[in-house]
């Protein structure tokens, strides 16, 4: 019998399960991070300073200035995400308004789908820009930010009509948020490692609407 509960609680890459059974799973095991897309587990890797780790904390940089410039937001890093039965992600960085879709529920966790998330991805061959990117487009993430670090390349998609279209940057390589006005990212910047330049285009933007 014993034998039997501790295979129970084990948590394995590739597992199918719903959500409650993948939480209790979860929690039983000592697997450090875990996330369930589709209904798939998803074990996480070691992860590299320079391909995930450095540009993470500048996404999560970028972010933390803007909300601490415009009040009534919440920005999270790796927080669970209950979006639905079959998935349940941990984001790299989330930015979600108080008063939005998420909220914190009785548990601590995120219940609903944040304004925007960001994934830090080795490449396209990521499951970020496929089985994850299905979650959140059905689940109604308003904005997907997916950095691959190994192509140099950020994509940024906007929920527009159910389905994510791709934003592009102009001609100064700017993005620019269509959710939370004066979000602006300077794409050359961030992938040169330039955060200088990076703060300095989002300050132009949240002059932007502070002068409205």
């Known amino acids: 019998m014993v034998i039997v509960n501790s295979l129970l ?13 993948f939480e209790r799973r979860y929690s039983a095991s ?23 780790g450095k540009p993470h904390s500048q996404i999560v940089g970028w972010l933390v200035n803007y909300q601490a410039a415009v009040p009534g937001l919440e920005v999270g890093i790796e927080p669970t995400v209950r979006l639905d039965r079959d ?9 979600f308004r108080v008063d939005g879709n998420a909220k914190i529920d009785k548990d601590g966790y995120i219940a609903g789908a944040p304004e925007l998330v960001a ?12 089985s994850k990117k299905n979650a959140y487009e059905r689940n109604g993430v308003k904005e997907y930010i997916v950095w691959r670090t190994l192509d140099h ?14 934003l592009e940057p102009d001609r100064f390589d700017i993005i620019y948020s269509q959710e939370f006005p004066g979000l602006w990212l300077n794409v050359r910047a961030i992938l040169s490692n330039d955060m200088e ?12 609407i502070s002068s409205v």
């Open 87 to 95: 998935n349940e992600p941990q984001p790299d960085v989330v930015l």
């Open 9 to 21: 609680t084990i948590l394995e890459n590739g597992d199918h399960l719903d959500r409650e059974e």
């Open 197 to 208: 330049a990076v703060l300095k285009t989002l300050q132009a933007g949240l002059a932007t």
């Open 153 to 166: 390349q950020i994509d940024w998609f906007l929920l527009k009509n159910e389905a994510y279209i791709k």
């Open 119 to 130: 994934e830090i991805a080795a490449s396209s061959a990521s499951y970020d820009l496929h």
């Open 30 to 52: 000592k697997v450090k991070k875990a996330e369930l897309i589709e209904g798939i587990v998803y074990l996480a890797p070691p992860l590299r300073f320079t391909s995930h």
